[in-house]
């Protein structure tokens, strides 16, 4: 039998805007779903349970007086543990910030609970969002809904999880090479990495980059937009971000695919895909590709993004956490490691040929998209691997040289800029949720949501394209 946790974002803002349920109920609702199913999967790691029922008390309140509601009134939401939260543990899963209590929110916490959002807690990430899984020292490995010896992916896992269980409808998650969309795509739920600055990050320590951007995850495209209204926004503190309405995304116009000119790669030319994704992703397109005005195989331009990519992620890496090598190299996890001291290794002119290399796929992706309006291709290039196992260290028969090397399928559209949003799409030859990425043209946030919304809807009429929820029961202790 579902529970209020089990309806949609834009249900439940309905529902509480009309008085048909409260904000109280909801709230208690998704702390029953979390005591159910987190000691089994581990995805929040810290909660606030006090503060957000005193909130959820002043929301039912606020309801039916003339003042207006924000556009998250009364939604609990759990934001990723890369973000400060004001009172409430935030480790960066790093043992070097275990205890870490800070005294403000991040600026896009304070947006959320401006737009009338209740933070219930703080979900799981590898060591400073460093990683295809989600685990780190502090507080162990977060496990896959669909099989729990399965994981969940990364960084934004604990993300994931928690809104795949129901546990809460919206939850915020970042993403550098594919974090939003990764777990996404392992858990069934829909992700969303929107244009660098949309949503403001003003803790960057490297200014004009595409890199690291914000992001929410919901269960459907229109959840993931209703939660965009409360994180997208100006701060001057990001050079990146600017004037933005960010009301257009709390309901999304209607759209008729069959309008749209839509390319498809299934390893965007140089991309390492398992066979039985490559599979899977064919019996997508063929099911979905007369919808379109077009449906073309088209792979971009991406020569050496394979090594641009690594190594602009090195001075990144470099930029964000070198002091942090310098004195505590030894207390940091392997993945922070290898790639600091992958940018102490670089050289000025390796940095240079890789910008220079940059310019040119971005330039080259600008061109591709003249003609197109989507691009379509797979969510992840294998299926969700056994915890046991680790990262793949092998895929399309092509031996991996870093851990990186499996998430180029997501990594090399980083360097594009463009939005891009992970949608489910049934399940892979395991039985697993399998999902498509979906990419935008430039700066083309809200019509890629609204695309998206239109194909999921299309979607949504094929069994072999549906939908599943985990078994909740068989997640209980």
């Known amino acids: 039998m579902s529970e209020l946790c089990d309806l949609s974002a834009c249900q439940l803002r309905s529902k509480i805007a009309s008085g048909n349920i409260s904000p109280v109920e909801l709230l208690e609702s998704c702390i029953a779903r979390i005591e159910d199913v987190n000691p089994t999967l581990n995805a929040v790691v810290a909660t606030c349970y006090e503060r957000a029922r005193k909130e959820a008390i002043q ?5 039916g007086k003339d003042s207006a509601l924000g556009s998250l009134h009364g939604l609990p939401v759990a934001i990723k543990d890369l973000a400060d939260t004001e009172g409430l543990a935030t480790t960066y899963g790093s043992p070097l910030y275990a205890g870490h209590v800070p005294n403000t929110d991040a600026g896009l916490v304070t947006r959320l609970r401006k737009a009338g959002a209740i933070v219930v807690g703080k979900t799981n990430t590898p060591e400073f969002g460093a990683g295809s899984g989600t685990s780190n020292r502090v507080y162990g490995e977060t496990c896959n809904p669909y099989d729990t010896k ?8 604990g993300a994931a999880v928690a809104v795949a269980t129901g546990m809460v409808p919206l939850a915020h998650g970042s993403d550098t090479g594919g974090s939003l969309r990764n777990p996404a795509t392992w858990c069934g739920v829909v992700g969303f ?9 003003e803790t960057r320590n490297v200014n004009y980059t595409h890199f690291s951007v914000q992001g929410p995850m919901a269960r459907n495209v229109s959840d993931v937009g209703l939660m965009l209204t409360g994180l997208a926004g100006d ?3 990001d050079p990146l971000s600017g004037p933005v309405d960010a009301s257009q995304f709390a309901s ?3 759209l008729d695919i069959s309008s749209l000119r839509v390319a498809w790669s299934e ?4 991309a390492p895909v398992d066979d039985d994704i490559r599979e899977t992703f064919s019996g997508v397109i063929g099911a979905i590709s007369t919808a379109f005005a077009s449906c073309k195989l088209r792979d971009p331009e991406f020569d050496h993004v ?3 990519y690594w190594t602009l992620r090195s001075v990144q890496f470099l930029a964000n956490h070198g002091e942090r090598f310098a004195e505590h190299g030894n207390d940091l996890a392997p993945n922070i490691v290898v790639n600091v001291e992958a940018g102490l290794a670089l050289t000025p002119n390796e940095v240079a040929e890789a910008e220079r290399g940059w310019a040119r796929i971005y330039r080259a992706f600008q061109e591709f998209f003249r003609d197109i309006d989507l691009l379509i291709l797979p969510g992840n290039a294998t299926s969700a691997f056994h915890l046991k196992d680790g990262i793949p260290k092998q895929v399309g028969g092509r031996k991996m040289e870093n851990y990186m090397d499996a998430s180029l399928l997501r990594s090399a559209l980083t360097l594009t800029g463009h939005p891009v949003i992970a949608l489910p799409a049934g399940v892979d030859a395991h039985g697993l949720p399998f999902g498509v990425q979906i990419v935008g043209p430039r700066r083309g946030d809200a019509f890629l ?3 998206a919304a239109a194909l999921e809807a299309f979607m949504t009429g094929m069994p072999q394209l549906a939908s599943s929820r985990p078994n909740l029961e068989a997640l209980k202790q």
């Open 59 to 63: 929301a039912e309140k606020a309801v």
């Open 150 to 157: 399965r994981t969940c992916g990364g960084s934004s896992g």
């Open 449 to 451: 949501l609204t695309a």
């Open 267 to 270: 390893d965007l030319g140089v």
């Open 306 to 308: 394979r090594d641009i």
């Open 193 to 201: 990495r929107p244009t660098p600055g949309l949503v403001p990050h």
């Open 252 to 254: 999304l116009e209607t």
């Open 235 to 237: 701060d001057p503190r």
